[in-house]
């Protein structure tokens, strides 16, 4: 069975870190370009970061550069996102998914891991 689990989340004051993971299951994540995104409530789901599968290049949106890092771990077969310096803007609930291909649609979707930034 293909599955993407997210974990990692939960509540941090303002100017902390979180890691979050994405782990798959019945595919083999480095085959894949792994997104994270993220949808606070009453906003619309936006793009966070992504991974490519030829050459882990990487992007940011313009939100995060700077504060979120990217990475695989083939072996654990795991993406993971690391996120520093957090604001109370970042406070959504994230989700990684995966597509085949650059131009592909993301076909696996995770659950959701819920990531809150208050004092």
């Known amino acids: 069975q293909v599955q993407l689990v997210e974990s990692g989340g939960g509540l941090v004051q303002p100017g902390g870190s979180l890691r979050l993971s994405c782990a798959a299951s019945?595919?083999?994540?480095?085959?894949?370009?792994i997104g994270w995104f993220r949808q606070a409530p009453g906003k619309e789901r936006e793009g966070v970061s992504c991974i490519s599968s030829s050459d882990n290049s990487t992007y940011y949106a313009d939100s995060v550069k700077g504060r979120f890092t990217i990475s695989r771990d083939n072996a654990k077969n795991t993406v993971y996102l690391e996120m520093n310096s957090l604001k109370p803007e970042d406070t959504a609930v994230y989700y990684c998914?995966?597509?085949?291909?650059?131009?592909?649609?993301?076909?696996?979707w995770g659950q959701g891991t819920q990531v809150t930034v208050s004092s």
């Open positions: 998914a995966g597509r085949p291909g650059e131009s592909s649609p993301y076909d696996y």
């Open positions: 019945g595919f083999t994540l480095d085959d894949y370009v």
